[in-house]
């Protein structure tokens, strides 16, 4: 009886002590190792069976070519930032939107799409555009909650659209092609950030005390050309010399992010002598190699953190499957009775609920291996293709993943606002601003689980 019950006491285990504080990387491992040896207790374990994590963490994590292009993409990311190449993006976009209704909320909301395309590191996009955009927002009136929930919304796209650090940590796990992947995160993304686009030029519309209209900003149409030839270009450049040659299969996405990476310091290195030619009053840019010091050491903290979350995963799944962990939960799904529908709508459930307490590499790696096995076994007909329900179903994760940063208590994105926003800014304005944005995110989510060539159809016309 003792050893039946060992992968649920495990899993209850893990979801108490989730909450103690403790790094989450030992949380994993240290329970692999203890019930491991309560398997042994309950003779349904073996010793010599603790030698399959070495190797298993030496072959999956350590030796995985497609996890190198994790360091790189975060690399990428943080020179981004810290050159200023995306503050230059916002002055750009702020001046060509500066006439349409909500203008500097929609240029937040585009800065974010693009930034989501070169980045992916939602921590350093949220402050970053915390910093540059909320108190410009604020000075022309925006209302604190709004402008606070426009901000981390936008710079949460970093989780869904390619080159998504998600999205390639899902693609290992499920075993499947990290491009396929991109290819179906694509449209999801510019779904949703077409919402986000439209909730704030309608509010502008209807809500004006929210997002009042500003004046046009002056300027001839020789400095906007110049403006959008130093601000738009080269991260445009940058994202189609990533996506389009992971897109369009000239290079895998390893070769990509040290490509792309290679080019963000390029143009941290270029790009800030450039601007300051255009400015009228030049600014003292931050010195080239305190550039990419910073960024190496972010970069190498971020890294080791989320591998150190690898390597517990491995050892927590793999002891978890040994003690028979997989058969449990397929035969929890089996005797269920809730069919396709329901038992998705019971997995978007949980994952939804655990997105107000943990983030999405503790979701991910920990819920994701279970799950696998179940979504394998349903079966929604002529919905959606038994080769293709993976896929889908990852993409419905990172959607439904996206709202955990912005669903209180604990999410991430909102913390990340406070933290870098004027003190005027309380957490209750940032928690109520969040709300609609994560009603929009839950739409997008209804959308693609309804429409499924939302996500299926860019990687069976370019790809079959």
Known sequence: MLASSLPL???????????????????????ALVFGCLGILADSFTFIQFYNIVPRIWGGIAENLILVAIPMFILMGTVLERAGIAGELLRCLDRLLCRVPGGLALAVTLMGTIM????????????????????????????????????????????????????????EMLNKSVGTLFFAAFIPGLLLAALYAVFTVCTAIFRPNLAPSREAIKGDDDSLIILIITGILPPALLITLVLGSILLGWASPTEAAGVGAFGALLLAFFMPSLVQKQQPVPSIPVPYLSVVRDSLERAALTGGMLFGIFIGATAFSLIFRALGGDGVITGLAEYSGLGAWGMLAVLMAVIFLLGFFFDWI????????????????????????????????????????????????????????????????????????????????????????????IALWLPRTYLN
């Open 9 to 31: 006491l495990m899993f209850a285990a893990l979801a108490v002590l989730l909450f103690s504080g403790f790094p989450v990387a030992f949380v994993l491992g240290g329970l």
């Open 116 to 171: 989501a395309a070169t980045t992916g590191i939602i921590g350093a996009s949220v402050v970053m555009m915390t910093l540059l955009a909320l108190p410009t927002m604020l000075q022309a009136r925006y209302q604190a909650g709004f402008a606070s929930g426009t901000v981390a919304a936008a710079g949460t796209l970093g989780i869904l659209i390619p080159p998504s650090i998600m999205l390639v940590v899902m693609a």
């Open 362 to 453: 503790e979701i991910t790696l920990i819920v994701l291996p279970i799950f696998i096995p179940i979504v394998e076994l349903l079966d929604f007909g002529d919905h959606v293709s038994k080769v293709e329900v993976l896929y889908w179903f990852a993409i419905l994760m990172a959607i439904n993943l996206q709202t955990s940063f912005l669903t209180p208590p604990f999410g991430f994105a909102l913390f990340y606002v406070k933290g870098a926003a004027p003190s005027v800014v309380s957490m209750q304005e940032i928690w109520r601003g969040s709300v609609p944005f994560v009603a929009l995110q839950l739409l997008a989510l209804a959308l693609v689980m309804a429409f499924p060539d």
